[in-house]
């Protein structure tokens, strides 16, 4: 019996994909996110698809004081959580709305961090689980148009690092997924070269193969590691020139 | 953005929503008339509103499923492709098949869609048990055959024209397997592909792909296919633990526009010599998989730009019974003397009439695909007044530049259409480029 596994950001488009590639294999499912009874006609679709039991429950990433309160009282301990939440914000707006910005920040770096501290804990007591955090390439370097939410993205990626560098050696597995523009509702308003755009169907399918594989990092769609890698090699003096 | 149907003519400027809920739906309604479009495969201008053209397929939850009648609750967006990959391996096939499975339910329901077993079991129409819709004012209202049956009959074969449906409850069929036990038999005239559906009405399936472009004594030579659901037994041994698992196919995409020399007169006479050759040596008794057999173009993404920039048009009618023999050997004579040639050219048998706008009547159905030439509308136009000769008529599913004139002249039942749209207010909600076109 394949384990049960745990969407946090349950209605994000890539979570909600996620879910419906491991419900397909055979894993029960727990969509944890704010308002989660509204998300009984996606629980009835999983379930009358693919024969799975389907669990809502009701999730607030910033609401960090009860983070642990909420995993203990989860139906089971997942063996697979996979944090999707995430927001974009509005870089030009937010770089004059403080408390704007400091949304973004915390819902891409503090509160995703927290609870994935909290599975690592429970995880490792365990000895076993898989912890996968969705981050982004907009974390791997800053640039003038979309920093806010990359610094938090930052943030995230080196903090899963980190917790896979701690855990290595504890039976859990720490997988950070990178991807690069998706078509989901968080870019809806954006209009995104479609090469290089990928499906939400597609992230999942690939998280599904490096939790397979265990992997430790990977970035969807593949060109992006690609891309990034020369990003990150132009040097800093020309960089802090170019509109990107 | 630029809009088309899978034929990609016409092209039309369309401002297309794609609503996530209800209310997002009901906003779409409060600020004018659109039209509900699905995946789009609709050959011409069915599923376009300049203004507003609603993209559904954020609607594509399945609600529920009884494992004893085989009913299917589920959004109008939903796949009958997934609806396959979900029942399939627990013994459930669609009832009705359109011959791509990338369509939705909403869109199946919308056209009436006929399968090749039309003539033993009708159109999804049959297979419908119920259709929740949002009607103009923005409730949501249930119809079936005993609540506001006229809503119901109107809305099969309806085109989107007194609605939009967001959810349907459809029955599915037990299968044994995921296989078709086909019988290919070649017809050396059309009279004799006639013969063979008259003489085989009890086949579940059958189809005629005709050679187009055979002239004189050849002409309307055709391959016909006559197909039933494999039971386990048919299989072969080492198949049978595992029925309804096929060896997976693997998708190819046609990348681009091909230039429009690629479907020339020699090319296609070289196609169709070669297919129908093919065919004969392969005529007999065979296995296939579901999806070889029901869905042969589904495994080439977009086969649709094969037919380079300008696009293509379909034409299919059905004529009466009575005519068809004669009618339909007029047709393919005027066909082949205008040198236009047909790449697909289907042969169907139809059984009884259903009711709305439905497009199916008791008859033979042919259906013909035409690169967009200079003449290609003139010769569309010669074979419309042919079938109105005949008393038949034209699916609206393929049509993309019929006149009001043809329509109203090939349907009776335009006036009943019309006055229910126009009494119930539907008209001034739920129009398309194609029902302006028609006058509808
Ligand atoms: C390769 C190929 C083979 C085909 N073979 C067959 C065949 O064998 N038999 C057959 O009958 N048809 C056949 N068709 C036609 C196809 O089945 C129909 O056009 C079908 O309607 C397409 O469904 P769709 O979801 O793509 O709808 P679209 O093309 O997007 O829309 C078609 C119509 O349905 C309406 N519609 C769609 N969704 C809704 C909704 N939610 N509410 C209200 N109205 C809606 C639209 O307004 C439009 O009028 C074939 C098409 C192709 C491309
Ligand atoms: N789309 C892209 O191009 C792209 C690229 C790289 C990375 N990503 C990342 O992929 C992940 C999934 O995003 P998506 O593209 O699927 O977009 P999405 O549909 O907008 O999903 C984001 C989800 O985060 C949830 N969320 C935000 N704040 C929350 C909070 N405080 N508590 C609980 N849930 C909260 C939202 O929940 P509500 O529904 O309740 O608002 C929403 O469902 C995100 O981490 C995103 O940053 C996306």
Known sequence: MPGSVLILGGRSDIGLATAHVFAAAGHNIQLAARHAQTLSAEQTDLAVRYGVNVDLVEFDALDTAHHEAFAKALPVLPDIVICAVGVLGNQAADEKNLSSAIQ????????????????????EARGSGTIVGISSVAGDRGRATNYIYGSAKAGFTAFLSGLRNRLARKGVHVLTVLPGFVATRMTEQLDLPKALTAEPKEVALAIERAVKGKRNTIYVRPVWALIMLIIRSIPEAIFKRLRL | MILSGWGNFPRLDACLLRPRNLGDLRLALSRGPLIARGNGRAYGDSAINPAQTIDMRSFNRMCAFDSTSGQLIAEAGVLLADIISVFLPRGWFPAVTPGTKFVTLGGMIAADVHGKNHHCDGSIRNFVDWIEILDGNGNTRKCSREEDPSLFEFTIGGMGLTGVILRAAIRLRPVESGYIAQDLRPAA????????????????????????????????????????????????????????????????????????????????????????RNGRRRAGRSLLDWDAYFYPLDSIHDWNRLYGRKGFAQFQCVLPLASSDLGMRVLLDTISKSGQDSFLAVLKRFGAEGGGLSFPMEGYSLALDFP???????????????????????????????????????????AAFLDTRTKEGWRSHFTSAQSERLGI
């Open chain 2, 372 to 414: 967009i030439h200079r003449n290609t509308i003139d010769l569309l136009k010669r074979l419309d007044s042919i079938v109105l000769d005949f008393g038949g008529r034209f699916y609206l599913a393929k049509d993309a530049r019929m006149s009001a004139d043809v329509f109203s002249r090939s349907e009776q039942r335009r």
């Open chain 1, 104 to 123: 973004v920040m915390r819902s891409n770096y503090e509160g995703p961090a927290a609870i994935l501290s909290v599975f690592a804990d429970l995880f």
């Open chain 2, 189 to 276: 005239t059309l009279s004799d592909a006639i013969r063979l559906f008259d003489e085989n009405p009890t086949a579940s399936y059958s189809v005629a792909w005709i050679d187009c472009l055979a002239r004189g004594q050849k002409m309307g030579r055709s391959l016909v296919m006559f197909g039933e659901h494999a039971t386990r037994a048919d299989l072969p041994a080492e198949r049978r633990d595992k029925p309804f698992s096929i060896p997976a196919r693997r998708a190819k995409s046609f990348p681009f526009d091909a230039p429009s020399f690629v479907l020339n007169p020699w090319s296609l006479a070289l196609f169709n010599e070669a297919y129908y």
